[in-house]
């Protein structure tokens, strides 16, 4: 029996939702790109500048704003900053959005079914159930530049394609105030390398309607750009952040990779599905001379690949970027087997199987863990007027957990002798920066550790830091 376009649709949404949402908030905010749209969108939610986004006090204008005024837009409807689940609901929602889109317009070049296997694929791959419950720009850009990439597709094979155009503009528009260039590039990578490859398409190829298209996407994309830029408080500072990043694109990137570096990590990064990569794309390279949307998909994934190696950083998250005309070949080349209710089946089993550590194994084997419960017990400590400082890593989720602004130090010594009276200090020791303890003998009114992580809180001049009291 066929299932409705509509159910399909449906189910698509609902796989994403059922693979991100649940117990969302459990992962500790640790990575750095996660807690600067963390940070900023709690300072944007609580009076500070929309405009010109701040990261621990100083402008923050690397990237565009877009993921910053979403997160944000969420601490305020529910009127709190404190929450991780809520600070990650955006991103979750893109993503259930992208499989969705995978199956509304992916099925216009695949078929309805591959394209559904296309996004059962893609929700069940470690890639989408990582990053996707992480409040980062990743999934919610490879979103946007899906969508812009199938419906230049659209544009440029159905009857009165230009509203497919400006829908993918728009698309592409959006993209570019999540993240950047790349969701511009990578779908003009797509559309250009599938026009070489494709005679019969240039016939209904009309370059006033990419014209048009860039013209939208400029409308959209640069607004921002030159309010900040005509901004005095903020001149200076965006020049210096934006060329930064572009040279860390480029050649200065501390993430720097050899050119193939996505031919081996995207297999990885989809596992367990990205093992069946290399089979798809063997198994439908013979069909695409004969059928311009199987031509489509590997011209946007081959492309992009291609744009990615010459970027000089690298890094796995970046591989969103290529989830989706990678999953949808794999739906290609799934729906040939004539097993669709099987590897439905089996998705679901693999979305069950990879939920159990994602939702719930992942926050017991993680050694962080404990920076969220030493920040609550740390809270008991501190007065309105207490200064933390923190010598060891984690400072950024520390700063985020305890809702408070915390100075670096490099060693006990140096806190101490700063420090005031109620003053904390924190050490966080792990293997890759073992901490001593304090040569005076001060004894910690807290300590917490697990089998790689220690924290231990000293307050300072305070009665329990006496070594010769019980701490």
Not at 52 to 77: D, S
Not at 190 to 197: E, M, N, P, Q, Y
Not at 343 to 372: F, N, Q
């Amino acid at each position: 029996m066929k299932v409705p376009g509509k159910a399909l649709i449906a189910i698509a949404f609902a796989i994403g939702l059922l693979g991100l949402l649940p117990w969302i908030g459990n992962p500790l905010i640790a990575r750095e790109q996660e807690l600067r749209v963390v940070l900023t969108a709690r300072d944007m939610a609580r009076g500070g500048s929309w405009l010109v986004p701040h990261y621990l006090g100083e402008p923050r204008l690397n990237k565009p704003p877009l993921m910053y005024w979403m997160t944000a837009g969420v601490f305020k409807l529910a009127g709190t900053t404190q929450s991780p689940a809520l600070a990650r609901l955006p991103g979750a929602i893109c993503g259930a959005l992208l499989l969705a889109a995978m199956v509304v317009l992916g099925h216009r070049l695949a078929g309805r079914t591959a394209a559904f296997l296309g996004a059962m694929v893609a929700g069940t791959t470690y890639l989408f159930l990582y990053f996707g419950r992480l409040c980062e720009t990743d999934i919610p850009l490879a979103c946007f530049e899906t969508v812009a990439v199938l419906t230049l597709y659209l544009g440029l094979t159905v009857r009165n394609g230009l509203r497919w155009w400006m829908v993918s503009a728009v698309s592409a528009g959006l993209g570019f105030l999540i993240k950047g260039p790349a969701a511009v590039v990578l779908p003009l990578a797509a559309l250009t390398s599938f026009l070489a490859c494709s005679p019969a398409s240039r016939v209904s190829f009309r370059p006033w309607r990419l014209a048009g298209w860039i013209a939208v996407v400029a409308v959209l994309a640069t607004p921002w750009y030159l309010l900040v830029y005509f901004s005095p408080a903020s001149q200076t500072a965006a020049s210096a952040d934006i060329g930064y990043e572009l040279g860390a694109l480029m050649k200065n990137s501390s993430h720097r990779g050899n050119p193939a570096f996505y031919l081996y990590t995207l297999p990885l990064a989809m596992l367990p599905w990205g093992l069946l990569l290399p089979l798809s794309l063997i198994a439908l390279w013979p069909l695409a001379k004969r059928h311009a949307a199987i031509r489509f998909l590997l011209a946007w994934l081959l492309s992009s690949m291609v744009v990615m190696s010459v970027v000089q950083s690298k890094q796995i998250h970046y591989s969103t970027l290529l989830l989706a005309p990678a999953a949808l070949l794999i739906g290609v080349h799934l729906r040939t087997l004539h097993r669709p209710r099987l590897i439905t089946a089996s998705c679901l089993v693999l979305l069950v199987l990879s939920g159990l550590y994602a939702w719930r194994l992942h926050e017991v084997t993680e050694p962080s863990r404990i920076v969220k419960t030493f920040a609550a017990q740390t809270t008991r400590y501190l007065t309105a007027k207490s200064n933390v400082y923190l010598a060891g890593r984690r400072l950024n989720a520390m700063q985020y957990y305890l809702d408070r602004r915390i100075a670096r130090i490099k060693n006990f010594d140096e806190g101490w002798q700063t420090a005031r009276t109620g003053d904390a200090i924190i050490l966080a020791s792990d293997p890759k920066n073992p901490l001593t303890a304090p040569a005076s003998g001060q004894a910690p009114v807290l300590v917490m550790q697990n089998h790689k992580v220690a924290m231990r809180l000293y307050i300072k001049d305070s009665e329990l830091a006496n070594p010769s009291r019980d701490p």
